[in-house]
């Protein structure tokens, strides 16, 4: 089954068969060791068989056909039963385990332990000390596929959830382990608490037989001798697992202040370097996790809960959360350091009173509307939830930037939050964490449930600039987490609205009058529009277009298995064209129906369609119902994914309104300031006496970075001009966004006074910097191409294996 992909060019693929049979809940107990930089530890899945299980056979179609059903040998169990380190007895509350592993020796590199690892050659996998070759088994067993990468697999074996005491109060079967599984994850939503605690009891069940697997580059197979359909499959297995120094899913770093930390850093290859997963969207599932870390450590979590160390012995602790809002596999995230929490210096009772936590336990479930997702304890029908503008954040960093997070973070959560519930209505999640990230974070934000990475480029300059993108990953609950892209190479349905929503949400929370909030709205489209141009001259034809399937667009093979396309595609991490043109797309829509009249649709469309998978049909179909006829014109879907969705370049519609758009006054403005700049930088260095002084505007800095972009077609400035231009602007200070702009003039010009500006950034705003790396070599400057190589050997051992790879093909 092994999948030969070129980690340079090609798709990804997601191998899981969720057609088959479906994992609803994961139990991980894992213990972080950072000598040895691995995590490792036990994953309990319980599942569900899908509704099209069927006895596979070698006919069966695959998106991969499968060669574990040629001449795959699968490893059978010794004898002898080897007991799982995790299987201990619990208590009656939670029963998470409490034993502490917080150091084990040298760092595994080699892989070669005798483990089953994932390899890129997957033939001739050697055998451990569990298992062992016996040859083909055939194509008789059910196969469970999970999607799996960079992983060492030491053990599967079912777990015996009948022999957990107290089972039989809630199952008519006591005795029937799938039984008793399916209905623990049927319970109703009000039963969550205890859902909970009985998934824990169960994931601490001893084993009851070990299963044969079998592992290769992108996935791990297993199967029970003799069991050949889906139903009768094992409903709960124990995965014992180490994850490996090099995996992709996350990254062991330094932090800010030098500490050591890890943490899931958005790979294109999402969790399944961390644990061993259904990756595709469909498998939507709740989790809950045991991490144990040395006690120095604070570890974060995608989780419901706001968690609390709990210390145990040998210098550890121990902490726990969960989450019982099914969603894909993808969105967990979990970060792991020496982190500092900002709190505010005074915490009035009003500010108490707006942001009490509203949990599932205590939800007031009167009833707001139908929901139309799978049962879980929703915020949307809590009524008291749903009047809850500000939701309890907290934030962390590193202990050295904790002041600039007090000054510029701190007091923008609460009016971002605010002003994202008076848009659209109910948060989707109770709580939210905000985790400063070490500088060799790739972007400037992520958004997980419960849980915002921001990089710590956003907390320089004016708040702006953190504003804005604090606002993109709060609007990422709603489109990205709370109503996912049922294919994920639809990215622009989180994406584009995430980055049309970020606008509105920032001028409400700077409560705007309605023309600032207008004309900030237009020079940003302004900006946009240049992005967009820019991105279409200088990118392949084929990864410009957002719908790339077309009429295929939500199809996966009869298993479930699918690819996304150009998932593995390093140039991809780089463009930005499902923000972009999914921005102007609904930009375009919402200037069709009037401001008004959209938000008040997108507010029964998120709670229409919350804790759901939507494709791009499911949102335009909805939306041109809900606009009279007469005004439609020629809107219509098929239109729409001619236009917008389904084709390269520049979408006619958006050049047209363009061509016929009038500037605003504050483009008006940079106009006239590049006017000004063009006339002193053209001024002889000896004036004469009668020549006025050219008088500047003071400029917000979305404007400078307009400003800057024009400087930047001109042809030269000399070294007079942009020092004038640095002083007048104090270049230097503004926010990242603007010091970008100003490095490329210095590259551009060579202004050799201000390459420490271009060191500085290249270290310290590394998300932002790749660009820049290109701009030093393309200039042909030996001293340029010095800076760059000398910046890169600094920091390439502190990047992320993409960036660094782009950026050393670059220098080198």
Not at 355 to 382: I, L, T, W
Not at 671 to 693: F, G, I, M, Q, Y
Request: with cysteine; net charge negative; hydrophobic share 35%.
């Amino acid at each position: 089954m092994d999948i030969k992909l070129d980690p340079s060019r090609d798709d990804l693929p997601l191998m899981a068969n969720t057609s088959h049979i479906l994992v609803k809940h994961y139990v991980l107990d894992l213990d972080v060791d950072f000598e040895s930089q691995i995590i490792e530890g036990t994953i309990v899945l319980f599942f569900e068989s899908g509704n099209k299980f069927k006895k596979q056979s070698s006919s069966t179609e695959e998106t991969y056909p499968s060669e574990s059903n040629k001449a795959c040998k699968f490893r059978t169990p010794e004898p002898c039963h080897i007991p799982v380190t995790n299987t201990r007895t619990v208590s009656s509350k939670m029963g998470y385990n409490d034993l502490v592993i917080c150091g084990k020796g040298e760092k595994d590199t080699s892989g070669k332990d005798g483990n089953h690892d994932n390899q890129e050659q997957a033939s001739g996998i050697s055998s451990s000390k569990y298992c062992c070759d016996t040859g083909n088994h055939g194509s008789e067993d059910f196969l469970l596929v999970l999607d799996c990468c960079d992983l060492s697999v030491l053990k599967v074996e079912e777990v015996d959830v009948a022999a957990v005491p107290g089972i039989e109060k809630f199952t008519r079967s006591p005795k029937l382990r799938n039984q008793i599984v399916r209905e623990l994850v049927a319970l109703p939503a009000d039963r969550w608490r205890e859902q909970l605690d009985y998934y824990a009891r169960c994931s601490q069940a001893p084993g009851c037989g070990e299963l044969l697997f079998d592992i290769d580059t992108w996935s791990l197979q297993i199967r029970k001798t003799g069991v050949q359909t889906a139903t009768d499959f094992p409903h709960a297995i124990r995965i014992q697992y180490t994850t490996k120094p090099q995996g992709r899913s996350v990254t062991w770093t330094s932090d800010q202040s030098g500490r050591p930390c890890v943490y899931t850093m958005g790979s294109p290859i999402n969790n399944r370097a961390l644990f061993p997963c259904q990756e595709p969207p469909v498998a939507m599932s709740t989790w809950q996790a045991t991490v144990r870390a040395a006690a120095s450590f604070v570890v974060l979590m995608s989780g419901e809960n706001s968690a609390k160390p709990t210390q145990l012995r040998e210098g550890c602790s121990s902490w726990h959360y969960y989450v019982t809002m099914p969603m894909p596999a993808s969105t967990f995230t979990i970060a792991v350091g020496s982190w500092t929490e900002t709190k505010p210096e005074i915490c009035s009772s009003d500010d108490l009173a707006t942001e009490k936590s509203f949990s599932p336990f205590e939800a007031d479930f009167r009833y707001v509307g139908v929901c139309g997702h799978m049962e879980y304890p929703c915020r949307f029908q809590n009524a008291s939830a749903t009047t809850q503008e500000i939701i309890p954040h907290r934030i962390f960093a590193p202990v050295c930037l904790k002041g600039a997070c007090q000054e510029t973070l701190l007091p923008l959560i609460p009016p971002c939050l605010s002003a994202a519930h008076s848009v659209l209505g109910t948060h989707p999640f109770s709580r939210l964490d905000v985790l400063i990230v070490p500088a060799n974070f790739p972007s400037l934000g992520m958004a997980s449930p419960h849980l915002v990475f921001l990089s710590q480029s956003t907390l320089t300059g004016m708040s702006q600039f953190c504003g804005t993108r604090l606002c993109h990953e709060i609007a990422h609950a709603w489109f990205g987490l709370a109503i996912g892209a049922r294919d994920w190479t639809e990215e622009w349905l989180s994406e584009g609205f995430a980055t049309h929503l970020e606008d509105v949400f920032w001028a409400k929370a700077q409560q705007l009058a309605p023309h600032e909030a207008q004309e900030q709205r237009e020079l940003r489209a302004c900006l946009r529009w240049r992005r967009l141009q820019d991105e279409m001259r200088n990118s392949p034809e084929d990864m410009q277009v957002l719908r790339p399937n077309k009429e295929k667009t939500g199809h996966v093979s009869d298993s479930g298995s699918s690819v996304i396309k150009h998932g593995l595609n390093p140039d991809k991490v780089f463009m930005q064209v499902h923000y972009l043109k999914g921005y102007f797309l609904l930009r375009f829509l919402a200037r069709r129906l009037g401001g008004d009249t959209y938000f008040s649709f997108l507010r029964k469309f998120v709670h229409k369609f919350h804790g759901q998978l939507i494709l791009s049909q499911d949102f335009l179909q909805m939306l041109l119902e809900s606009i009279p006829e007469e005004r439609r014109l020629e809107l219509s879907v098929e239109n729409i994914f001619q236009d917008w969705l389904e084709s390269s370049g520049i979408p006619q519609p958006l050049q047209r309104e363009r061509l016929a758009g009038a500037e605003c006054g504050l483009v008006r403005q940079v106009s006239a300031e590049v006017a000004k700049w063009v006339r002193v930088n053209r001024r002889p260095r000896k004036r004469k006496r009668k020549e006025t002084e050219e008088v500047l505007e003071k400029l917000l800095p979305d404007q400078l970075v307009l400003l800057l972009e024009h400087l930047l077609e001109q042809r030269t400035l000399n070294p007079r001009t942009l020092q004038r231009l640095e002083r007048t602007y104090h270049l230097s200070e503004q926010d990242a966004e603007v010091r970008h702009r100003w490095c490329e003039l210095v590259v551009k010009h060579k202004y050799t006074e201000a390459y420490r500006h271009v060191e500085r950034f290249l270290q310290e705003d590394r998300a932002m910097g790749i660009y820049l790396y290109g701009e030093l070599m393309v200039s042909e400057d030996a001293r340029q191409q010095r800076l760059a190589r000398r910046c890169f050997e600094l920091s390439k051992e502190q990047m992320d294996r993409s960036s660094a790879e782009v950026v050393a093909e670059m220098l080198y």
